[in-house]
């Protein structure tokens, strides 16, 4: 699923008009009755609430405009609030006319805004994707008073004061909606944490839009869905065996940190490795060989972190850094890995973080290597963002074009940065896995798929971030967010890869 700019909104708008031979009112009034439709079955409006639907003097408003029509022709108490502006969009004003005798929009006055109580809902059809300026004046007083109000608000296509895609002034006024209802596609701000008390939670309503125009604009966002990705894995052949789906190594484990090793050892298994081997240090041989016995485990001599490297040529890929420690002896073993290395790496935890405290390393780094940090540990290996979660895109873009490598940048809606420029958000997952060992859990997956052949590095990233997510998902009826644990993820990978391949 693409993320468009609004340039590029407008311009699927202006080619579905086309395309299908219809006016801008018909695809405006397309809009509004998704909304409308949303409102009455998801929210369950009832006929004694009360309803507030603020229009601006744009296409938003217009939308709003009709949005108010409909649920005053079904009977529910609308008012119609609609900002003063000295120029109104065409559709804007043919929407106005249609308003019916008695639905009155009443524009508002600054001395005097409209009460509000908070049992109401509120329409938010004031500004949508074409704002690139804080609000300012009326429109600014009337998005403060609504946050103020308490009230259920409703954002048709954007939050008012919201920039679609871009950073915006801190302290602008901007409406923090319950719900956001974009058409068609997401916007790039839904995706970002620092909007998330903006956003709210955001629903997609398919108004027709030209798939054509669709495929043929090109994007470097998007956003996965499930749809996009089943047949990506390829099914095992019935004559398979072993041999066929990888042998993987991971280098995991320190002491007190041998559960990490085990974590990630036991989803490498269960995303379908063929053979798994880990190396963990002395204290976890008997640790491993207990709660993962269809791994082989190589000990290392050291007795509480890993000092050498063993002999990688049977294996097909390579991971990493769980509970790895970051002891002189495993700096040695890592930077011993990157010279030498001809297999794809997974590097995660601990390891990023020996990457981070010795910079010269970075420069062995092999191409296509897959990297999954969580927020702190990329902020070791690039720096702080300079201002906000924008920023930390582009630096993400800009660490994976300079390494021409792949990295995870670990959260709601996990980034994937390519070598090519482009940026990936996972649709998968929940809260509950905000706790120690899913990383881990990431990690073995991403492993597994790295160690298959037929999968292309960007197929491996993806299936695995949507697995991850999905695995937690599809655990959390059984556990709820508080008691989701690492190993509840582990226990539905199969599941959740088996989805994309049915």
């Not at 309803?51 to 649920?71: K, M, Q, S, W, Y």
């Not at 916007?187 to 909007?195: I, R, S, T, V």
């Amino acid at each position: 699923m693409k993320l468009l700019s609004p340039i590029q909104t407008r311009a699927l708008d202006q080619a579905t008009i086309k395309a299908q031979n219809i006016t801008s009112v018909d695809l405006m009034e397309r809009a509004a009755d998704a909304v409308t439709d949303w409102l009455l079955d998801e929210l369950l409006l009832d006929y004694d609430t009360e309803i507030h639907v603020c229009c601006g003097p744009g296409n938003n408003g217009g939308d709003g405009l009709v949005v108010a029509r409909n649920l005053h022709r079904a009977g529910y108490p609308v008012r119609l609030w609609l900002l003063p502006a000295a120029r109104h969009s065409a559709d804007f004003t043919h929407q106005k006319q249609q308003l019916p005798a008695g639905l009155i929009g009443q524009e508002i006055d600054p001395a005097k805004l409209p009460g509000i109580p908070a049992t109401a809902v509120v329409v938010d059809a004031l500004f949508g994707t074409g704002l690139s300026r804080p609000l300012e004046g009326v429109a600014a007083a009337l998005v403060r008073h609504l946050n103020d109000s308490g009230a259920t608000v409703v954002a048709v296509d954007m939050p008012s004061g919201l920039y679609a895609d871009a950073p915006q002034p801190a302290d602008c006024a901007v409406v923090r909606a319950a719900y956001t209802l974009s058409f068609e596609l997401p916007k790039l701000a839904f995706l970002l944490p620092q909007n998330a008390n903006f956003v709210g939670d955001w629903r997609l309503l398919p108004i027709g839009l030209d798939a054509q125009t669709l495929q043929d604009t090109a994007a470097d966002r998007h956003f996965v869905t499930a749809d996009e990705l089943r047949g990506r894995l390829p099914k095992r052949p019935k004559f398979s065996h072993k041999g066929t789906f990888g042998h993987a190594l991971l280098l995991a484990g320190s002491k007190g940190k041998i559960g990490a090793a085990v974590l990630a050892t036991q989803a490498c298994l269960r995303a379908g490795v063929g053979l798994m081997t880990t190396r963990v240090p002395a204290v976890g041989y008997d640790i491993l060989q207990i709660s993962a016995p269809e791994a082989m485990c190589l000990a290392d001599p050291a007795t509480d972190f890993i000092t050498e490297l063993p002999d990688l040529t049977p294996y097909a890929a390579v991971g990493i850094g769980p509970g790895l420690g970051q002891h002189d002896g495993t700096r040695a073993v890592l930077q011993q890995l990157l010279e030498t290395a001809k297999v794809p790496l997974v590097i995660d935890a601990d390891a990023l973080n020996l990457l981070s405290a010795y910079p010269e390393l970075q420069k062995l780094l092999p191409p296509d290597s897959l990297f999954t940090p969580h927020p702190k540990e990329f902020e070791r290996l690039v720096g702080e963002p300079a201002h906000d979660d924008y920023h930390r895109l582009e630096q993400l873009r800009d660490f994976t074009g300079r390494t021409r490598c792949y990295c995870v940048l670990k959260g709601t809606y996990t980034a994937l940065a390519t070598p090519d420029g482009n940026i990936y958000f996972n649709s998968t997952g929940n809260p509950g896995m905000a706790s120690g060992g899913s990383g881990d859990v990431l990690t073995g997956l991403l492993l597994a798929l790295r160690a298959h052949k037929g999968i292309s590095p960007l197929t491996a990233a993806l299936v695995g971030l949507h697995a991850h997510g999905r695995a937690a998902d599809l655990a959390l009826p059984h556990t709820g967010h508080a008691g989701l644990l690492a190993s509840d993820i582990v226990r539905f990978i199969g599941p959740a890869l088996q989805e994309l391949m049915d």
